[in-house]
Each structure stands twice: as structure tokens, then as C-alpha cells.
């Protein structure tokens, strides 16, 4: 009775954060003629693809218990590694794929060993390798940005668009592919692999998991390794729209993506999530940034209107399982 009132209420979640997309798209589209226009909702799932990459990687490790204050700065830093690899060192550009997605495993692998084996607490391990990670990406840029112009095909990565030549009317930019590929890889993860089952686990009761014989550090450790390669991911298409590797970017980015999570029905004391879920709460985020700005709404109240966006889904994550208990 328990797994079905549990499946039940997510289900629920995540037709009630679906209900909100679809009403904010309507009260936008309604306020302003330019909303609803098809290179605006283009506009708005590239600006997705990165935040909904970050999103799906973060969501993998909430839902085993854990949270991972880096992600937005992981991405910078595994963008400024794939320019020193493909500007500063001439390299080909399936190297810098490799070094940005290698880059964000390793950091990931080491941020799951501090929180698995040193038994460092996620929030304070996560927010010791956000600042040494920022420090890192100015370090090595020498706080200037690295540009990608002499990269041939680069920017096609985020901004090209693979199916333009079958919709011309209508070309779906790479980056939105790219994210959409990753939320259908990493689900298929959390279904259907053993990974995605001692993800879930862990998050229900790891202490249970330990006990039954499985070396849950190993699962910890594997589940914020992918988490990593995940956000290298992330820093490929950020650092592919922006033609450079900003190094002072990435603060903030992590806010925008667990409150996507939290707003899609994964809570935030473990072993309940979907990407789904996730990639709805990525859209709504993406919709709601995008139709205050085409009203004209100041970028300081846009800001004040995010937290208190997060602070409503925290709380609507606690109400969620003070009901379950």
C-alpha cells in the first residue's frame, strides 16, 4: 500500500507540475503577442538544454540522499578544460568532447569519494569543491575567457541544428537534442540498470543496503561519477552558445537546477524522483525567465521571483513527506 501511495503522489507531482507549465504558458502568451512565437520557444528550450542538463545530473544524486552544491561551477571548469584542450593545445574536437565530459567524471569521483568514503557531510564536500573548482577555472584562464573561434564546428555542437534540414521552417537547435538524449539515456538508467535501482535505494534507506551485503560507497561513488559527466555535458553546450569558456560563470546555475528537480517531484531526502519530472520542472523554470523578461519585468525582481520560487517548492517537498509518513 505504501509503493502504490508513494507512486500515486508522484504521479500526482508531476501532473501538477505539467498543470503549472501549461498554465504559465497560457498567462504569458496572453500578456504579451511575442511570447508564443516560435523562435521564442526555441529561445526558451535552448536556454533549457543547460539548465536541464545540470538538472537531470543533480537529480540522480538527490535522489540517493545527497545534494551537490558544484554542478554550476563543475560545468564552467569543464568548459574552460575543453578550450586549454581544443585552443590553447590545438587538439581535435572529439578530444575536447572527451576532456569536458572526462573532466566533470573525474571532479564528480571525487567529490562521491569525499562524501562516501571521508564521510564529509554532501553539503559542506559540494561546497569545498564549488569554491576549488571556481578558484581552478580562474587559475588556469588567468580570469580571462578562452575563446573557441578558430575551433571549425564548434558552436555547431549547441547551436547547429542536425534536423534543419528536415524542418527548415522550423530547425530544433542540436542543444535541445542533446539534452533530450540525456534525459531519455539517463532514465533508462534509473529503470532498467542495477545502478539506477542502488540510486534509488540508497536514497530509501542505505543503511538497509549496507546491511544486505552491497558496498554502497562503490554506488555512491558511481552515482556522482555520472552526475559529473553529466554537468561536463552541461559545459560543452554552455561553452558552445557562448563561443568561449566564461570563467567567471556558473555561480547560481546549481540554484536553478535543484529547484527544477524539487519542482518536478524528486525529494529532497532521497529515494523518490523521475527525470521526467525533472525536465518539466527545467521547462517551468526556463518559461517563467523568459516570459518575465519579454514583459519587461527587472532582472532583480526575475531574481526575487526565482527564490521564492525554490522556497516554495522546498516547502511543498516537506508537506510531501510529512504525508507519507
Not at 243 to 268: C, F, K, R
Request: net charge positive.
Amino acid at each position: 500500500m505504501k509503493t502504490k501511495k508513494l507512486g500515486n503522489s508522484s504521479a500526482q507531482q508531476k501532473l501538477l507540475a505539467f498543470a503549472s507549465l501549461v498554465v504559465l504558458l497560457i498567462a504569458f502568451s496572453l500578456a504579451s503577442p511575442n511570447f508564443f512565437q516560435i523562435s521564442n520557444i526555441m529561445a526558451i528550450l535552448q536556454a533549457t538544454s543547460v539548465n536541464g542538463v545540470l538538472a537531470v545530473g543533480v537529480t540522480l544524486i538527490i535522489i540517493t540522499g545527497g545534494i551537490d552544491l558544484s554542478i554550476g561551477v563543475l560545468m564552467t571548469f569543464c568548459a574552460v578544460m575543453t578550450g586549454v584542450v581544443l585552443t590553447w593545445l590545438g587538439m581535435p574536437l572529439p578530444l575536447g568532447i572527451v576532456a569536458a565530459i572526462g573532466t566533470g567524471a573525474f571532479c564528480g569521483f571525487i567529490s562521491g569519494n569525499l562524501v562516501a568514503r571521508m564521510k564529509i557531510p554532501p553539503f559542506i564536500a559540494t561546497l569545498g569543491m564549488m569554491l576549488i573548482l571556481k578558484g581552478l577555472s580562474l587559475i588556469v584562464t588567468g580570469t580571462k575567457p578562452i575563446y573557441f573561434n578558430d575551433t571549425p564546428g564548434f558552436s555547431q555542437i549547441a547551436r547547429g541544428s542536425l534536423v534543419g534540414s528536415v524542418f527548415p521552417s522550423v530547425p530544433v537547435p542540436n542543444g535541445v537534442l542533446i539534452l533530450f538524449a540525456v534525459a531519455a539515456i539517463t532514465a533508462w538508467i534509473l529503470s532498467r540498470t542495477i545502478l539506477g535501482r542502488y540510486t534509488f535505494a540508497l536514497g530509501s534507506n542505505e543503511e538497509a543496503v549496507r546491511l544486505s551485503g552491497i558496498n554502497t560507497k562503490f554506488w555512491k561513488i558511481a552515482v556522482y561519477t555520472l552526475s559529473g559527466g553529466i554537468c561536463g555535458i552541461a559545459g560543452l553546450l554552455i561553452a558552445s552558445r557562448l563561443n568561449s569558456a566564461q570563467p567567471a560563470l556558473g555561480l547560481g546555475y546549481e540554484l536553478e537546477a535543484i529547484a527544477a528537480v524539487v519542482i518536478g517531484g524528486t525529494s529532497l531526502s532521497g529515494g523518490r524522483g523521475t527525470i521526467l519530472g525533472t525536465l518539466i520542472g527545467a521547462l517551468i523554470m526556463s518559461v517563467l525567465t523568459n516570459g518575465l523578461r519579454v514583459m519587461s519585468v527587472a532582472p532583480e525582481w526575475q531574481t526575487v521571483v526565482t527564490g521564492t520560487i525554490i522556497i516554495v517548492a522546498v516547502y511543498a517537498d516537506q508537506m510531501r513527506g510529512a504525508a507519507h509518513k
